[in-house]
């Protein structure tokens, strides 16, 4: 007994259930896989392969919920949820104000940062990025604290990081107040309109 195969070209189906095996009447079945994994199905037929994540920033604490939402063909952005407050993300970075250049940080408990005329206020989230020799900073968001003209502490020790060298940039996050605690963050329910 020979075997019949044949190419398929229209994947819209998507991945559909092992019951409709054996229903070649169902248009699903004809246009569909068994498995589709790592790959997202174009509306025009094919499949793409699904992209992939990248590192953007560690977050506090473990309460978070994220959407994606597009604004429009080119534009996405992700909304991070947690207790009380949301930050966005577009374009593989968090939303920030402008950046304050940093000129030092201390070998301390808690570590100072020095980022002359940074107007950040006590309680401010900041994203530190981009600083020479204490590596262990990059891509951290802090809270501030103790904050001077020039300085703020970052509430981390950092005795046992790398020595500073040069560089670096503080920004504070662009952050939405909202009234949701931690237990309702899970119950968030998302739709996308348009």
Not at 132 to 147: D, K, Q
Not at 157 to 171: I, W
Request: net charge neutral.
């Amino acid at each position: 007994m020979a075997k019949v195969q044949y190419g398929i070209t229209n994947l819209t189906g998507g991945e559909v259930t092992p019951r409709l095996d054996g229903r070649p009447d169902v248009a699903k079945q004809r246009a569909g896989l068994r498995v589709c994994e790592n790959f997202q199905v174009v509306p025009h037929g094919g499949l793409r392969k699904r992209s992939g994540t990248q590192f953007i920033c560690e977050l506090e604490g473990t309460d978070h919920v994220t959407q994606t939402f597009a604004y429009s063909t080119s534009d996405s952005y992700t909304l991070i949820f947690g207790v009380n407050t949301i930050w966005i993300a577009k374009d593989r970075g968090l939303v920030t104000e402008t950046a304050d250049t940093v000129s030092a940080v201390s070998k301390a408990n808690p570590g100072v940062v020095t980022a002359t005329g940074h107007g950040f206020s006590n309680g401010d989230k900041v994203l530190l990025q981009s600083i020479g020799g204490m590596h262990e900073l990059n891509n951290r968001i802090v809270t501030v604290a103790g904050a001077t003209a020039n300085t703020f502490s970052i509430g981390i020790d950092t005795t046992g990081y790398t020595t500073y060298t040069s560089g670096g940039t503080a920004s504070k996050l662009v952050t939405v107040t909202t009234t949701y605690a931690a237990d309702e963050l899970q119950d968030l329910r998302f739709a996308q309109y348009n």
